[in-house]
């Protein structure tokens, strides 16, 4: 995947932001104007404005093609290793399920695929795409995107560059509607009438909960009716779900899997209209089996390998770390047989951990960046909890704009690409950048969008 292209319209972004900023132009009274204009349209992560950039991150038609293809197939992939769970039982002690997740994921829908919204995590290095995490539960980070694009489009930097190259947006939000109203296609809708949509989620537990209302504006300015509540606000009447008295059809869901669980009374009427099949919801509760860490781990283990095409084998080899579940057991490591816990005592800075069950870049260890005593210690809680470990991936850099009142600077940021699939077809994506190796917007981490460049067409 080649990034000369790439490194040229960055170059060349940079100098028009020294130029712009040496003719006048303000870029610090310009970050100031975007962050409440952000803060306006409730881009917010618990309750404040993420940090942002003048600046996005670029991609060539090149890698655009790459990530499109490579995306497909992983998706398809997981959609293969999801439908182990249903095929037969003893494939289910590879999901790692928690307690009573088992339950929620035996309910099987009417659409066929078990996730219709995903985010794929990867960072690009030397040219070369690999996958650390898929978000298959209820990811977020589409209207944010949406919003930013629209803002950073039409500063004077993009404005100018966009003279000399065509810059292309993606368009998440409309990708939403457009998966929801396909999974109730199913459920009997013709498009004859226009459904009531919920959006629900815990308002106290949810970092990201303003984009719920961002996501529910739009929906409304498409035509449709959209209620933002809590599981709690609903109940469940003569085979209806009623929210604030009127009946609720097609259900968007927010809100992590295991709060299901951990608050089950809440969800009760909710849950009941699930498992009825009264509602159609997007994500389904089983699209947690292709978000689970350990998936990475199975998607390479002797269960997968006669389930896989040679083209879904060659991305799964090419594309995802070296994952294996933390346990006492043997396995290999290119081809070499090895005890997996004295693999990781001696391969510490070549070692990532984490935890099952968790996300937001809880509980990860980084073996290069701890010394070997507290090392060897995760490793005794991560055989303990289960964890995944997973071979670290190079992080990659991008230079960003930093203006203060006296001028303007640039600083490198790591930087995580991470990328949308709506009903298995690539989405586009945004950028997730911070000074820590765990990138993550809950951790503290900034948001900018991904954008497509390309020469100028001539007439």
Same mark, same amino acid.
């Given at each position: ?15 028009i ?5 040496d003719?006048g ?8 104007e975007?962050?409440q ?33 490579? &995306?497909n ?24 399920l928690?307690?009573?997740?088992t ?26 795409? *690999?996958?650390?995490?898929? #978000?298959?539960d ?84 498409c ?8 599981p709690q ?6 085979g ?39 509602i ?8 947690k089996?292709a ?13 997968? *390998? ?7 084998k ?8 070296? &994952?294996?579940?933390?346990?006492d057991?043997?396995?290999?490591y ?8 004295d ?17 937001g ?8 960046e701890m ?15 289960r ?13 960003l704009?930093?203006f ?13 690409? #991470? ?20 990138? #993550? ?19």
């Amino acid at each position: 995947m080649q990034d000369i292209f790439v490194r040229q319209i960055e170059a060349r972004y940079d100098d028009i932001l020294r130029q712009l900023e040496d003719s006048g132009m303000s870029g610090y009274s310009l970050m100031k104007e975007l962050t409440q204009r952000y803060v306006s349209a409730k881009c917010l992560s618990g309750g404040k404005p993420f940090p942002t950039f003048l600046k996005p991150a670029f991609i060539s038609e090149t890698q655009m093609a790459d990530i499109r293809r490579i &995306t497909n197939i992983i998706m398809k992939c997981l959609e293969k290793v999801s439908n182990l769970f249903f095929e037969d039982a003893r494939y289910r002690s590879v999901f790692e399920l928690a307690p009573g997740e088992t339950e929620l994921a035996s309910v099987r829908t009417r659409y066929p695929q078990k996730v219709q919204h995903a985010r794929l995590d990867a960072f690009i290095t030397d040219g070369k795409i *690999q996958f650390c995490e898929f #978000n298959c539960d209820t990811p977020g980070g589409p209207g944010y995107s949406d919003i930013q694009v629209d803002l950073l489009l039409n500063t004077p930097p993009m404005i100018e560059l966009s003279k000399e190259y065509d810059v292309i947006r993606d368009r998440f939000m409309q990708n939403v509607l457009d998966s929801l109203l396909d999974c109730y296609r199913y459920y009997g809708w013709d498009g004859s009438s226009k459904p009531r949509i919920l959006i629900h989620t815990l308002f106290d537990l949810d970092p990201t909960m303003e984009e719920l209302y961002v996501l529910q504006n739009y929906f409304q300015s498409c035509g449709h009716e959209c209620i933002v509540a809590q599981p709690q606000d609903c109940s469940y009447e003569d085979g209806v779900l009623m929210v604030a008295g009127r009946p609720v059809e097609l259900v968007y869901r927010r809100g992590a899997t295991q709060w299901w669980l951990s608050h089950k009374d809440k969800y009760t009427a909710l849950w009941n209209a699930y498992s009825d099949g009264a509602i159609c919801m997007a994500n389904p509760l089983n699209s947690k089996l292709a978000g689970k860490k350990s998936l990475m781990a199975v998607l390479q283990s002797e269960t997968m *390998q006669s389930k896989l095409t040679d083209e879904e084998k060659e991305v799964v080899v090419e594309h995802i770390p070296w &994952t294996r579940i933390v346990e006492d057991t043997q396995t290999t490591y290119r081809y070499q047989p090895v005890s997996i816990l004295d693999f990781l005592r001696e391969n510490r800075e070549n070692m990532v951990m984490k935890p099952i069950g968790l996300y937001g870049g809880k509980n990860v260890s980084i073996g290069r960046e701890m010394n070997p005593k507290d090392w060897n210690d995760a490793i005794q809680t991560a055989a303990r909890e289960r964890y995944v470990a997973q071979e670290y991936i190079p992080i990659p850099e991008i230079s960003l704009p930093v203006f203060t009142e006296t001028g303007l600077a640039f600083t490198s940021k790591k930087v995580n690409m #991470n990328f949308f699939a709506f009903n298995g077809e690539y989405a586009g994506g945004m950028a997730r950048v911070s000074d820590s190796s765990i990138i #993550n917007i809950s951790a503290g981490g900034g948001l900018i969008p991904i954008l497509l460049a390309k020469e100028k067409t001539r007439s």
